[in-house]
């Protein structure tokens, strides 16, 4: 959704609440990040875990889900130590926004600092504590239904495979993930423990992403798209024992128009482009520079 005015103002909170300015933290380093989640009339519909860099005059909320959201302060006289009330200039690819040298005011509400726009999309940023995940040696399959279901084993489910061909989203990309195929409701764990980064709560593109630790020190990323009703959000740490989310019910799975009720589940050793394999894969060049075959990682 393209903002088409050329000003977004905020209202500043009535509440007397104070809000401190939003600190410095390293990308990769434990201690404060920050939530950042947007939402369309008061309903989230997604969000991510950042950390805030200052880079030559530009505050960074850098994301290893999404690209960066950057801000500028419209007077800049003093030194840039953090986010705080006032006007920024916003420099934003993401949907539902895509701001470009958009004057933004950025107020507080609570212990939020929020943007709002005429069209109704929000976007809080919100401080939160962000804990390192213990080192997974051991995966497991996102279900834990195996013996109660129909599916008896993991490749029982498989419906559609890794690096088939796609004719959805761009015609003749590689599938970067796995579909498993489950039960009405049914509920997905993750394959290991690690931090979710990434939130999403679009109708059949309902998505979690999860970043956990290997014990090299080195991360590796797992996907799960369409989801309902996610239960974590951005920044909690999970155990295998959490529910992330659950499958289409069977009202909701014929408004999806899919031939399956299923996850799509994708395991990543990189992320860094936020996500654009998954629909851009060409060859099995893009799919090795990013994506690990499911299936194969979960039998190790």
Known sequence: MIIRAAFIWLFLCTTSTEVLAIELASPDATGTFYRITIKDRGKIIKEHVSSLQVNGGELIFRSNAKPDYRFIPAQNSTPITGLGIGAYRAFISDRPFFYSNTLVQVSADGEHFVIESPNSISIEITKI??????????????????????????????????????????????????????????????????????????????????????????????????????????????????????????????????????????????YSDHGHASTHSQNTNDLSKCCINPLTFLSR
Do not use: C
Request: charged content about 25%; hydrophobic content about 35%.
């Open 129 to 270: 504590r962000a804990l390192e995940p213990p080192v997974v040696t051991t995966w497991q399959p996102p279900f834990h239904s195996e013996l109660q279901s129909k599916y008896r084993t993991l490749a029982s489910r498989v419906v559609s495979h890794f690096g088939a061909g796609r004719t959805s989203f761009r015609v003749r990309h590689l599938h970067t993930g796995t579909d498993l195929a489950g039960a009405p409701s049914e509920p997905v764990y993750p394959i290991g423990a690690g931090i979710v980064e990434f939130v999403s709560y679009w109708d059949f593109e309902g998505t979690v992403l999860v970043r956990h630790r290997l014990a090299s020190g080195e991360s590796i990323m797992s996907k799960y798209i369409h989801v309902r009703e996610p239960k974590v959000r951005a920044g909690e740490v999970v155990t295998q024992d959490t529910v992330l989310a659950r499958l289409f019910t069977n009202a909701e799975f014929k408004q999806s128009k899919f031939k399956q009720n299923h996850l799509h589940l994708e395991v990543r050793k990189d």
